[in-house]
């Protein structure tokens, strides 16, 4: 079922890989933007990949999601080749808002949210009550049942993220991937939001993959991180991220004044 | 009223008008929301390149259009995927194109000019049986079609990514969706008249949007205003003896006009 209850297994499955990548590249003509990339994020993880302008972070979740094809390297998804895997709908991608949305689009909350359902539902098939059932859950789970009826324009950008997120929820999935999503949602909200992809994480247990330039706000959430600059350099707990950047920012300190900054519990 | 039904031609330009007004929005919605209005007009002019061929081969000139328009659709779709040339260039060259096209098979076949005029601008007098049939399948197959194709179409006009990571065949559908537009445009031309197809996809939705509501909500005012509008239309047309075409598109803008003011402020177009 897609909407799990909490379980009592181990936050992080280790044995099992929902997204590899294996010595992945990809240039633009002779613009190298990706090399040598290896990534595995395990079941249950949460995972936040970080990296300046056009190191090469949407380059990467797009490879992982199959919109782009990689110069050379291996990616699995769910542990099949990327080019047989078929099961879509355990993946949901909430996309950068600011670049992928019209606000004068006339969909109301509800009717963006089902959409979510439209990969898994097949071709040729109307929408059942089964559909709408989900949706519904998805957007208790965001707080925005109340607001179904709403343009989705009308919204606020916190709002319409979260009406994203549902619609990728409704889908059922086992991974949710985020390309920035905080992009144009107000400042004060986006804590909210990380704590709302916090709390999917460890009640639905669902792997989370965020694309974030925000690393500070984000890292109170996160267990893992994977900083992208061509290649993927650290890929390591955020303790350990502080600590390395730390004591490349203030090399005379001693390093282990970071963790606290980090302050993840939990972890 | 009942002049009008007495002329078995009127009645049938009226039942031909009715089932493109029902499909006209339909299209319209997936193209004006995916910044595609344009392509109405494009395909007209191919359609126009059909129809003088079709004349001039002495074959029904709606079939010779059909086949025509939907031929350069796909045509369009590809040159278009190919990123050779920008999307709305490709549409300007078949847009040119296919005018360069009619005018010279005008000059070559000289003669059918006096029929041609019916096509440019819409008749309901020489809408004949067999048009009027024509008409009817095909609206009903667009519709069926788009029945069917319906939440798929919906989710690739909204966010074409999201779309493609969810598994839909978004470059299938996106075909499909330009060979319906093909046929749409060209059921439309003995009524409305190629100059002025593009009006009947384009106007109703743009006023249906103006009121701001769902994608469900959106398609039925569209629908809505288009049939009210060709309606209205063709019995002013009848009655003044005006060109049915024209008629018709004055009333759409004229709906477009008093829905305006309705449109809030606050949900302003994103700069192009």
């Known amino acids: ?267 | 009223m009942l002049d009008l039904f007495r002329y078995g031609f009127a009645l049938r330009g009226l039942e031909a008008g009715v089932a493109v007004a029902l499909v006209a929005p339909l299209i319209g919605t997936f193209l004006v929301l995916r910044r595609y209005s344009l392509i109405a007009d494009t395909l007209a002019n191919v359609s126009l390149a059909g129809i003088t061929l079709g004349l001039l081969l002495k074959v029904n000139p709606i079939l010779a259009a059909l086949a025509t328009t939907a031929v350069a659709s796909l045509g369009i779709e590809k040159l278009r995927l190919s990123k050779r040339v920008y999307g709305e260039s490709s549409l300007a060259l078949f847009c040119s194109g296919s005018l360069a096209v009619a005018t010279i098979l005008l000059s070559v076949g000289r003669g059918f000019n006096a029929n041609l005029f019916n096509y440019l601008f819409g008749s309901i007098l020489t809408v004949t049986r067999q048009d009027v049939n024509t008409i009817l399948l095909l609206a009903a197959g667009v519709a069926g079609a788009l029945a069917l194709f319906y939440k798929e179409l919906v989710f690739i006009t909204f966010d074409e990514d999201s779309a493609r990571v969810a598994g839909l065949p978004v470059k299938a559908l996106n075909m499909l969706l330009i060979v319906l537009a093909a046929f749409t445009i060209t059921l439309s031309i003995p009524i409305i008249g190629v100059l002025l197809i593009a009006a009947l996809v384009v106007i109703p939705v743009v006023a249906a949007l103006q009121l701001r509501r769902g994608f469900t909500a959106t398609i039925l005012w569209a629908e809505a205003i288009s049939l009210f509008s060709v309606v209205a239309g063709m019995l002013a047309s009848f009655y003044l003896n005006l060109s049915s075409g024209g008629t018709i598109v004055l009333v759409m803008l004229a709906v477009f006009l008093v829905l305006m003011p309705f449109g809030s402020s606050s949900g302003d177009l994103p700069p192009a």
Not at chain 1, 16 to 27: A, D, M, P
Not at chain 1, 140 to 168: K, M, Y
């Open chain 1, 1 to 267: 079922m897609p909407l799990k209850g909490p379980q009592a297994e181990p936050a992080v499955d280790h044995g099992r890989n929902i997204i590899e990548l294996e010595r992945v590249s990809f240039s633009y003509g002779a613009r190298t933007v990706l090399e040598n990339a290896d990534l595995a994020v395990h079941r249950g993880d949460y995972l936040g990949i970080v990296g300046g302008n056009g190191a090469g972070k949407t380059t990467l979740i797009k490879i992982v999601l199959g919109l782009l094809k990689p110069t050379s390297g291996l990616v699995r998804l769910f542990g099949r080749d990327i080019a047989s895997f078929k099961d879509w709908s355990r993946i949901g991608y909430v996309p950068q808002k600011a670049t992928n949305f019209d606000a004068n689009f006339p969909a109301t909350v509800l009717e963006t949210v089902l959409m979510g359902r439209y990969g898994r539902r097949g071709l040729f098939r109307f929408p059942t009550r089964e559909d709408k059932e989900m949706a519904r859950l998805a957007l208790e789970q965001v707080d925005l049942w109340p607001q179904r009826g709403r343009l989705i324009g009308d919204l606020s950008g916190g709002q319409q993220q979260r009406v994203f997120i549902a619609r990728a929820l409704s889908g059922g999935p086992d991974v949710l991937i985020l390309d920035e999503p905080t992009v144009g949602v107000e400042r004060g909200v986006a804590g909210d939001f990380y704590a709302l992809l916090k709390r999917l994480n460890e009640e639905l247990r669902l792997t989370v993959v965020l694309v974030t330039h925000d690393m500070d706000r984000m890292a109170h959430q996160a267990m893992h991180v994977a900083c992208v600059d061509k290649t993927i350099f650290y890929h390591c707990s955020v303790d350990e991220y502080f600590r390395k950047t730390h004591a490349e920012a203030h090399p005379h300190e001693h390093p282990a004044a970071a963790p606290g900054a980090a302050g993840g519990g939990g972890f």
